[in-house]
T-cell receptor
Framework: DTAVSQTPKYLVTQMGNDKSIKCEQNLGHDTMYWYKQDSKKFLKIMFS???????INETVPNRFSPKSPDKAHLNLHINSLELGDSAVYFC????????????FGPGTRLTVL | GQSLEQPSEVTAVEGAIVQINCTYQ??????LSWYQQHDGGAPTFLSY????GLEETGRFSSFLSRSDSYGYLLLQELQMKDSASYFCALGGATNKLIFGTGTLLAVQP
């Protein structure tokens, strides 16, 4: 039983392309997150949604647009990909009152050429 | 803003005890969490301290001292499978976690 799943696991694309990453959780959580982990393993929050509503939007270029069709899904669309977008992107979920205990998906390794 | 500092690398031998420190700067927070991440894997939750003192979960214990802006993760009876990166993280009213710089633990036979 997969708790938090992401697709695809690997994404290799050219600069300037648009791509999407999908995330689904079956834990019944009401809060979902997107994180970016760079090559130095620094893990940084990008967005957070609670019951389909955006509650955290860190300083992220507006080329990144999250979408939550329902509280079990949170997708990330990236326009006009740049070399610096290469990273591992993690989706996570938690109960809103237990944000310290987050469950992470397996990650999507994005490589922009 | 908030920031958390950890040693970049720690090495220990199988069966030993190792302590991974975390010092932080923040104007306020609810608690300090610890996550483990194996190479190529996802971060997984290990432990959480809302109050000062020691929390024990099997071979892992975590400690928090708010007055010293300091916490640590203690791993006992080290096993090879404990080789991983360990992150401390601050949680607060903003419903987000701020992660530390991470510590790569290498367990040697």
């Amino acid at each position: 039983d997969t708790a938090v799943s992401q697709t695809p696991k690997y994404l290799v694309t050219q600069m300037g392309n648009d791509k999407s990453i999908k995330c689904e959780q079956n834990l019944g959580h009401d809060t979902m997150y997107w994180y970016k982990q760079d090559s130095k393993k620094f893990l940084k929050i990008m967005f957070s949604y609670n019951n389909k509503e955006l509650i955290i939007n860190e300083t992220v270029p507006n080329r990144f647009s999250p979408k939550s069709p329902d509280k079990a899904h949170l997708n990330l669309h990236i326009n006009s990909l740049e070399l610096g977008d290469s990273a591992v992107y993690f989706c996570a979920s938690s109960q809103v009152q237990e944000t310290d205990t987050q469950y992470f998906g397996p990650g999507t390794r994005l490589t922009v050429l | 803003g908030q920031s958390l500092e950890q040693p970049s690398e720690v090495t220990a031998v199988e069966g030993a005890i190792v302590q991974i420190n975390c010092t932080y700067q923040t104007s306020g927070f609810y608690g300090l969490s610890w996550y483990q991440q194996h190479d190529g894997g996802a971060p997984t939750f290990l432990s959480y301290n809302a109050l000062d003192g020691l929390e024990e979960t099997g071979r892992f214990s975590s400690f928090l001292s708010r007055s010293d802006s300091y916490g640590y993760l203690l791993l006992q009876e080290l096993q090879m499978k404990d080789s991983a990166s360990y992150f401390c993280a601050l949680g607060g009213a903003t419903n987000k976690l701020i992660f530390g710089t991470g510590t790569l633990l290498a367990v040697q036979p």
